[in-house]
Each structure stands twice: as structure tokens, then as C-alpha cells.
């Protein structure tokens, strides 16, 4: 096993208008599980989410953040990647108790939508994808996604455990000539990956061993690491849409505001002298 390995690397078919991404995460995945305990269920679709996002950012290029969020109205109510340009994601998952253990992807999120949301750091230009969720998987949400809102074919092949996440994203070129039956061949293979591939192989091994008789062109690999954008500033600007009623309320009972962050789990601790320096600020 490729052990602690977090990247994301990019490949190109010389003579074929498709390109594709591989990724692969383990200690950063194992980071997000160890900030806090998911169901299993949960645990596997946040996984395949995050594994997308990753995939996706190296798809949607921006200098800023792009956010994949599945939103439900079932036991499943939301999951939610951000990346960064640099390389920098987290993840969350919101669920009700009840959630079944056993039930399927769309069953958990029918009635639900799929936002993509691409922000650019630069300027308050953002884009925003929605799409309803009618799909048996994620991977199938996302292939859909593009298909109709870019008029792109694209497949996803996502390995996940509990110790690490993998993937492939092969895509149509666009603006190239079509060329169908190559790219059901190029699928047609990438479905043989095996997840013991994916975890065992480096990129360039993996991509002989499907594609040995194409030409494929590999770029360096690109980092990826857990990392929060969480901060006490940002806590203080929540805290600042509260009611002085609400305030006084909080602090009368508890003797403090907390603010816990959903990605990362941490706390933030707030008194009341701390609560009167941000009402003076």
C-alpha cells in the first residue's frame, strides 16, 4: 500500500479527446474521520463525495474554493466538501438518528438536489450548479451534472474504506471531435480498476496497466491536506447576528457562547466580557 499519500494527478490522452484525473487520499481522509464519528453509511458517501470534489477541482480550475453539497430532506440531510485551489478541503456530514443503515443512495436522498458552487477569490463572481438528485449513486449524480449542464460525458470510478479514498474522473475534451466508441472503450476499461489497484499502484503503473496500448501523457502530481478555514474571527462574526435578548439568555444559563465548528469539531469559547468587546468592536 502507497501509504500517506494525498494527491491528485492529471492525465491526457494524446490521441484521444478525453482527459482524466486519478486521486488519492489517506492520512487526510483519516483525519476528517478522526475529527468525528460517522455512521458507516455516512462514512461511505462522505467518502465518495470527497474523493469527487477532489476529482472536480482539478475539472472546475478557479483561484478560490469550490463546495459540492448533496442536500436531502430524508435521514441523510446534507453532505458537504470544500476545496481550495491549493489543495486544502474539509468535509461534513448532517443526519438524522434514524438514519437506516442499509438503505440506498437514493432512497436517503430522494426529493434532494446536487449544488455545485465555484467561488473566486479574485472578484464576487461565483457559479452555481443545481441539479435535482434522481440518481444510484454519486458518481451518477456527477455524470449527469455534466452531461446536462455542460454537455460533457464524464464517468467517475470511486474506491472507498475506512483507511483510504480513490478515484478516477475520465472526461470528453471539449470543443474535439466526438469519438463515442473510444471513450466507451477508455470506461469500458477503467471499470476493471480494482480497489487493491487503486490503493497498491502509483498513477503511472495503474494507467499502463488499463491503457498500455494508447498514449497517455502524465502531469505531476498535486498535493492535497485536510485544512479548516474555521477561525475565532469568523466565530465572532455568527455570534454577532444573535440578539442581545438571545445573548443574555445564553450567558444567564450556561455562563458562556460556544461555537462549534461542523467541519473540524472545534469549540470556540466566548464570556461575557468577551460578548461586550465584540458588541463595542
Same mark, same amino acid.
Given at each position: 500500500m502507497q501509504s500517506n499519500v494525498n494527491m491528485f494527478?492529471?492525465?491526457?490522452?494524446?490521441?484521444?479527446?478525453?482527459?482524466?484525473?486519478?486521486?488519492?487520499?489517506?492520512?487526510?481522509?483519516?483525519?476528517?474521520?478522526?475529527?468525528r464519528e460517522y455512521p458507516a453509511i455516512v462514512q461511505q458517501?462522505?467518502?465518495?463525495?470527497?474523493?469527487?470534489?477532489?476529482?472536480?477541482?482539478?475539472?472546475?480550475?478557479?483561484?478560490?474554493?469550490?463546495?459540492?453539497?448533496?442536500?436531502?430532506?430524508?435521514?441523510l440531510q446534507m453532505l458537504v466538501v470544500q476545496i481550495t485551489h491549493d489543495g486544502g478541503?474539509?468535509?461534513t456530514a448532517t443526519y438524522r438518528d434514524d438514519l437506516p443503515e442499509n438503505a440506498t443512495f437514493k432512497a436517503l436522498t430522494e426529493g434532494?438536489?446536487?449544488?455545485?458552487?465555484?467561488?473566486?477569490?479574485n472578484s464576487n463572481n461565483s457559479y452555481q450548479g443545481v441539479i435535482p438528485l434522481i440518481d444510484e449513486s454519486?458518481?451518477?449524480?456527477?455524470?449527469?451534472y455534466f452531461e446536462t449542464s455542460e454537455q460533457l460525458r464524464t464517468a467517475l470510478f470511486l474506491r472507498n474504506s475506512q483507511d483510504e479514498?480513490?478515484?478516477?474522473?475520465?472526461q470528453r475534451i471539449p470543443g474535439e471531435m466526438e469519438d463515442e466508441d473510444a471513450f466507451n472503450r477508455v470506461c469500458h476499461?477503467?471499470?476493471?480498476?480494482?480497489?487493491? *489497484?487503486? =490503493? +497498491?499502484?502509483?498513477?503511472?503503473? #495503474?494507467?499502463?496497466?488499463?491503457?498500455? !496500448?494508447?498514449?497517455?501523457?502524465?502531469?505531476?502530481a498535486?498535493?492535497?491536506?485536510?485544512?479548516?478555514?474555521?477561525?475565532? *474571527?469568523? =466565530? +465572532?462574526?455568527?455570534?454577532?447576528? #444573535?440578539?442581545?435578548?438571545?445573548?443574555? !439568555?445564553i450567558l444567564a444559563e450556561d455562563g458562556h457562547l460556544s461555537v462549534t465548528c461542523e467541519f473540524c469539531g472545534k469549540t470556540y469559547d466566548f464570556t461575557a466580557q468577551d460578548m461586550q468587546a465584540i458588541e463595542h468592536a
Open positions: 494527478q492529471r492525465f491526457l490522452f494524446e490521441n484521444l479527446p478525453i482527459r482524466g484525473e486519478r486521486v488519492k487520499l489517506t492520512s487526510a481522509w483519516q483525519e476528517i474521520l478522526n475529527r458517501y462522505l467518502g465518495e463525495l470527497v474523493a469527487t470534489t477532489a476529482l472536480l477541482s482539478a475539472t472546475i480550475k478557479i483561484e478560490g474554493r469550490l463546495t459540492v453539497q448533496i442536500e436531502a430532506t430524508g435521514a478541503f474539509r468535509a434532494g438536489r446536487v449544488v455545485i458552487t465555484a467561488e473566486n477569490a454519486i458518481s451518477a449524480a456527477i455524470e449527469r479514498l480513490g478515484g478516477l474522473l475520465l476499461l477503467a471499470e476493471t480498476v480494482t480497489g487493491e *489497484e487503486l =490503493s +497498491e499502484l502509483d498513477t503511472q503503473t #495503474l494507467l499502463y496497466r488499463l491503457y498500455s !496500448e494508447d498514449d497517455v501523457r502524465l502531469f505531476d498535486e498535493p492535497l491536506h485536510f485544512h479548516c478555514q474555521c477561525s475565532r *474571527e469568523r =466565530s +465572532e462574526s455568527m455570534l454577532k447576528q #444573535l440578539s442581545k435578548e438571545e445573548v443574555d !439568555e
